[in-house]
């Protein structure tokens, strides 16, 4: 069969743009409304996207005062959609550095066995500096020993996945037998971080494990993905640096003795669409319009783990010395790189810089009719930089409808996209294997 793409929605506010819960065309439903998130994911599903996907902070953001998020929980948020929804797949943040992994593989097993088995982890050692003190204070912990802690995490989580066979549960009325003892086992595990016994108190889930998607782009968190990840969320505003990163991520994975093709590589992609180039043009700007630079700035030094930019002035072109170098940063490492090569390559003022973070936080943003995104997709996914897209529209629904009923038909008439779900579960949206026990089955006892 001819490759095809993967579809993610990225559901974000109003809008990834900062500015589009300001604007007419965003939804008048509350960001705390469940109906809002339903409505967005029947209608993705009605597009027949792969997946959608709610990202998460552990602290509220300085920006509160001129800006919303996306308030709800998302494990809570899932298990809402997943009983609105049939097919679309659906994937929640939750953290390494913030959670224990025994409360974490339980609740992704109950989504994934509420949904039936369409549930993805995006798994984040959390970035932002300010979360540290919600959780004992004891200060940031740092990029090293985040991935450390999540290398352990993984461990213990996947262990506990397993830890019931696949034929552990018999339910039989007539012989009183719910389950086969022989077929359950504790985990033992005893490491650095983390003592869990196990087992997990859940029958295994209906995809065997929740799908497993990762997000960090730094060198740790490259690796990191090699070996766990069977989707990447990255961020590039430029074709040629998601090349570089699809080349390098396959590699490490082929490293790792996986198939390249067991890692899908999914860039954000925020598009401004509309009938000509000029008036998709126009709504961008008019979104622009609506930003406040002051918002854009408290968000940057967030990315710097709260490095101070307020002396910088709005209107003189940057230098990479305005910032602090991206080896000394703690918290989103691999985006401040993404932010200082734009800089380095564009040299804008600050006002120029935020502008260009306001419309999709450092992820790739277009303004064009339905042929050029169709165009610019088919391009990023032929020429090696793409398996699919973390679809961002800029304001939510409006974007979302226009990118449904008039770039995914066009990508349908080449080819490049299902115009039927074939699977019922994420892992066979996307094609992934079922995932290899760390246990071996046959050595366990068949009573
Ligand atoms: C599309 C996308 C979504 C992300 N979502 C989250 C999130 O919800 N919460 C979070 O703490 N980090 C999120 N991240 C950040 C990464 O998980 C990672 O923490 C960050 O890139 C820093 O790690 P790195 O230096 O290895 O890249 C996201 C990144 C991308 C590209």
Redesign the pocket.
């Known amino acids: 069969m001819k490759r095809q793409l993967h579809l993610n929605l ?1 559901i974000h506010g109003r809008g990834h743009h900062e500015a589009a819960w300001r604007h007419p065309a965003a939804s008048p439903l509350a960001l705390t409304d469940i109906r809002y998130y339903q409505d967005l994911a029947q209608r993705a599903e009605a597009a027949l996207f792969d997946s959608i ?6 602290a509220l953001g300085e920006d509160v005062a001129q800006a919303p998020r996306t308030w709800l929980e ?1 494990i809570t948020v899932l298990a809402a959609v997943a009983v609105a929804t049939q097919r679309i797949g659906l994937i929640a ?1 939750a ?1 390494t550095t913030y959670s224990e992994p025994f409360n974490l593989a339980r609740q992704f097993a109950s989504l994934d066995h509420i949904s039936n088995g369409r549930v993805g982890w ?7 500096a300010t ?1 540290a003190g919600n959780f004992g204070d004891a200060g940031q912990v740092s ?1 090293a020993d ?2 450390d802690r999540g290398e352990e995490f993984m461990a213990v989580v996947k262990a506990l996945w397993d830890s019931w066979a696949d034929d552990a549960v018999i339910d039989d009325r007539a012989s009183g037998r719910y389950a086969r003892p022989g077929r359950l086992r504790p985990i033992n595990h005893k490491g650095e971080y983390y003592q869990v016994a196990g087992p997990l108190n859940m029958p295994r889930c209906p995809q065997g494990r929740p799908v497993l998607v ?9 690796r ?1 993905a090699a070996r766990h990840a069977e989707a990447v ?3 590039h505003m430029e074709k040629a640096t998601a090349q570089a990163f699809y080349a390098d991520l396959k590699g490490l994975v082929a490293a790792e003795s996986r198939s390249p093709d067991a890692v899908l590589i ?1 860039p ?1 992609l925020s598009p401004m669409i509309a009938s000509t180039e000029a008036e998709a043009q126009r709504l961008a700007r008019e979104v622009n319009e609506l930003s406040d630079p002051e918002v854009g700035r408290k968000r940057l030094s967030g990315r710097f783990g709260g490095h101070d930019f307020s002396d910088l002035p709005l209107d003189r072109p940057l230098r990479p010395e305005d910032f602090p170098p991206p080896s000394s ?1 703690e ?6 790189e993404v932010i200082l090569s734009l800089v380095r390559r564009e040299r804008p003022t600050l006002r120029q810089l935020l502008a260009s973070l306001a419309s999709a936080r450092g ?1 790739f943003t277009t303004a064009g009719t339905p042929e050029q995104i169709a165009d610019l997709i088919e391009g990023w996914f032929t020429d090696g930089a793409a398996d699919g897209f ?1 679809i ?1 529209p800029p304001v939510l629904p409006t974007m979302l409808e226009t990118f449904s009923t008039q770039v995914i038909p066009l990508l349908q008439r080449r080819g490049l996209f299902r115009t039927a779900y074939e699977g019922k579960s994420l892992r066979e949206h996307y094609h992934l294997a079922w995932p290899q026990s760390v246990f071996d089955e046959a050595a366990l006892k068949a009573v």
């Open positions: 990225f996907f709610l990202a998460d902070q552990l998302p943040t953290s995006n798994i984040v050692t959390s970035w932002l979360a990029h985040r991935y990762q997000a960090g782009s730094s060198d740790t968190g490259r990191f969320f990255t961020a999914l954000g940063i918290a989103a490492r691999s985006r401040t992820h973390n961002m």
